[in-house]
T-cell receptor
Framework: KAGVTQTPRYLIKTRGQQVTLSCSPI?????VSWYQQTPGQGLQFLFE???????NKGNFPGRFSGRQFSNSRSEMNVSTLELGDSALYLC??????????????FGPGTRLLVL | QQQVKQSPQSLIVQKGGISIINCAYE??????FPWYQQFPGKGPALLIA?????SEKKEGRFTISFNKSAKQFSLHIMDSQPGDSATYFC???????????FGKGTRLSVIA
């Protein structure tokens, strides 16, 4: 089975712009979670989607949003980019609604640089 | 509020030695404790996980030790190899309910 794929792998944006990142889960997996990884804060949970519904949400401002499509693919959007949004954005998939207790399969991430 | 505290931030171990990474948690409702391993340019991958009904779990050279009363758990890597050089994250969650809360990671370097 193909693993979790994320596109694009690298992205450079300027402050104030918006960005959309894409994640395709492992075939058959219906839950997708997003994380932000930075050197200072480590891995921080953004949100989780299962069957097109947001199931959990982390402590991030409303500029961060996401959605999931009927084929389980997910996108996250960050509007009005700030310098502090520079990070590696990771997507993880699990077969069912995880609650974190199932093995999460991570993609390689999208590295976002905000200038 | 950091719910899972991980130490040390970085660790250098000689080949063949034992690597030990520690984590402490605050939320007594946590009941699932995984460790993830991340190589440069890759996403994290599950290494080993434990639930609080056991005090130790071993898989090959990797062992989790769990101390429920102290709210601490640790990863031991026996016979550490250069290929183990990676960043290790501990995490915790309430199974079936909450998302994973990760520690800030430990960068392990195993030198020959």
């Amino acid at each position: 089975k193909a693993g979790v794929t994320q596109t694009p792998r690298y992205l450079i944006k300027t402050r104030g712009q918006q960005v959309t990142l894409s994640c395709s889960p492992i075939s058959g997996h219906r839950s997708v979670s997003w994380y932000q990884q930075t050197p200072g804060q480590g891995l921080q949970f953004l949100f989780e989607y299962f069957s097109e519904t947001q199931r959990n949400k982390g402590n991030f401002p409303g500029r961060f949003s996401g959605r999931q499509f009927s084929n389980s693919r997910s996108e996250m959007n960050v509007s009005t980019l700030e310098l502090g949004d520079s990070a590696l954005y990771l997507c993880a998939s699990t077969p069912g609604p995880t609650g974190g207790a199932e093995t999460q399969y991570f993609g390689p991430g999208t590295r976002l640089l905000v200038l | 509020q950091q719910q899972v505290k991980q130490s040390p931030q970085s660790l250098i171990v000689q080949k063949g030695g034992i690597s030990i990474i520690n984590c402490a948690y605050e939320n007594t409702a946590f009941d699932y404790f995984p460790w993830y391993q991340q190589f440069p340019g890759k996403g994290p991958a599950l290494l080993i996980a434990i639930r609080p009904d056991v005090s130790e779990k071993k898989e090959g050279r990797f062992t989790i030790s769990f101390n429920k009363s102290a709210k601490q758990f640790s990863l031991h890597i026996m016979d550490s190899q250069p290929g183990d050089s990676a960043t290790y994250f501990c995490a915790a969650s309430i199974a079936g309910n909450t998302p994973l809360v990760f520690g800030k990671g430990t960068r392990l370097s195993v030198i020959a």
